[in-house]
């Protein structure tokens, strides 16, 4: 069995952070497909006996099973060193992009999705389009940043762009976003990404949770 077990679907953006950090780190793992959209995370059984939070990723390795992307990539940075900080003022700035994302640039944008593209019912067009502003928002943030840094922190790819790019790399059509138009510096960022060595888009890293169309 390999090392590494990653309860996953290829949907899952969060679940394509890990997913990405094991391929490019060149981990020995493998997905485990979680059937989201039959309710398996909802279940009592996965509730107690896999993540309390009722959320994936969940990754296993060695008798741990871990949660939640933002301590997955800290601990897989520490295992593999690498795309982890290099001193304690990388380690903070990490910390905060991270938190950032999680609140607020993941949180919405994936929201947005789901609401758009996988809830499976149209969604109410007034909740949409606020939706729609906090993803404006928060995309901004980070496309002005982008525009004078190469990467999130320090001048090298890190686990804040890896959790950052977690629903970056979703089609056009699920996201209701061109990227290379709307931000083209988030769009730049994104081709940077994209030329590291082991790169794959998210549905090429994990099965998928929806049967195929
Ligand atoms: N902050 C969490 C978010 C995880 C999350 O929201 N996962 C989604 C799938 S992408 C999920 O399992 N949602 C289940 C639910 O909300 O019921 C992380 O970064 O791991």
Not at 9 to 20: I, M, T
Request: net charge neutral; with cysteine.
């Amino acid at each position: 069995m390999p090392e590494y077990r990653l309860h996953c679907f290829a949907q899952s953006g969060n679940s394509y952070k890990a997913a990405l950090m094991l391929e490019l780190c060149g981990l020995d793992w493998e997905p485990v497909l979680v059937r989201y959209f039959d309710g398996a995370t909802r279940a009592a059984e996965w509730r107690s006996d896999t993540n309390a939070m009722g959320e994936v990723p969940v990754l296993e390795h060695g008798g741990r099973k871990l949660t939640q992307s933002g301590v997955i990539l800290t601990y897989l940075a520490r295992r593999a060193g690498r795309f982890g900080p290099e001193n304690e003022d990388e380690e903070l700035d990490i910390l905060r992009w991270m938190l950032f994302d999680n609140h607020k640039f993941t949180s919405y944008f994936a929201t947005h999705r789901f609401m758009l593209s996988l809830a499976g019912k149209p969604s109410d067009p007034a909740v949409l389009s606020f939706m729609r502003g906090r993803v404006d928002a928060a995309l901004g943030v980070v496309d002005t940043y982008l525009a004078k840094h190469t990467f999130l922190v320090g001048n090298r790819a890190t686990i804040a762009d890896l959790s950052l790019a977690g629903y970056m790399f979703y089609p056009n059509a699920e996201t209701g976003y061109d990227l290379s138009l709307s931000h083209p510096n988030i769009h730049a960022w994104r081709q940077r990404l994209v030329a590291l060595p082991g790169w794959k888009p998210p549905y090429d890293l994990m099965p998928s949770a929806l049967p195929a169309t």
